[in-house]
């Protein structure tokens, strides 16, 4: 089945500076990953997606890289700003639109 | 579109009795939907999967009769959490499958049981 590694657990950035979170998933069969961001006590939004026909992935300051050999992706949030300050998760399919969840990363940015 | 909604938000009840948790897709139809449980500063643990006109598959570890699942329609399944008790309190989310391999997720209920 699928395990998926989320790191690091909480991050902190100066304001403008970059954010990158990691994860790594075991089975390489998965096509489809995505990321969400969960502000406190809300809903998880999901920010961006890859498939695994393209290695990378962008929408304004948020970019997602995929490493099919070495079976990890990474989210990259450049500029970042105060409101980009959340939990986000990366997820790996197991069975249809079924995922794992990552532990999650605390993200805050620092005015 | 793609937006599912949740009821209650909140729900405090006594320990004892069942509280039952709506999850409603209302722009379009989900054949699936998922129910995970979340505890603060946590990842969201998936508890089962609800299929519309069949049993829902329960995790590892989920008891399937104290979290019972109703997926009656294309547009909502429902997680009754029976005899509840302090243990139970946490924030319940919901999601529904969307186009290929999406999930969007409902706004989730904070659960306490006194």
């Known amino acids: 089945g699928e395990n998926v590694e989320q790191h690091p657990s909480t991050l902190s950035v100066q304001e403008g500076d970059s954010a990158v979170i990691k994860c790594t998933y075991s089975d390489s069969a998965s096509n489809y990953f995505p990321w969400y961001k969960q502000e406190l006590g809300k809903r998880p939004q999901l920010i961006i997606d890859?498939?695994?026909?393209?290695g990378e992935k962008k929408d304004q300051r948020i970019a997602v890289t995929l490493n099919k050999t070495a079976k990890h992706f990474s989210l990259h949030i450049t500029e970042t700003q105060p409101e980009d300050s959340a939990v986000y998760f990366c997820?790996?399919?197991?069975?249809?639109?079924?995922?794992?969840f990552g532990t999650g990363t605390s993200l805050t940015v620092i005015p | 579109g793609a937006v599912v909604s949740q009821h209650p938000s909140r729900v405090i009840c006594k320990s004892g009795t069942s509280v039952k948790i709506e999850c409603r897709s209302l722009d379009f139809q989900a054949t699936t939907m998922f129910w995970y449980r979340q505890f603060p500063k946590k990842s969201l643990m998936l508890m089962a999967t609800s299929n519309e006109g069949s049993k829902a598959t329960y995790e590892q570890g989920v008891e399937k009769d104290k979290f019972l699942i109703n997926h009656a329609s294309l547009t909502l399944s429902t997680l009754t959490v029976t005899s509840a008790h302090p243990e139970d309190s946490s924030f319940y989310i919901c999601?529904?499958?969307?186009?290929?391999?999406?999930?969007?997720f409902g706004p989730g209920t904070r659960l306490t049981v006194l």
């Open positions: 890859i498939r695994s026909n393209v």
């Open positions: 999601s529904a499958g969307g186009r290929a391999d999406t999930q969007y």
């Open positions: 997820a790996a399919p197991i069975v249809g639109n079924q995922f794992y």
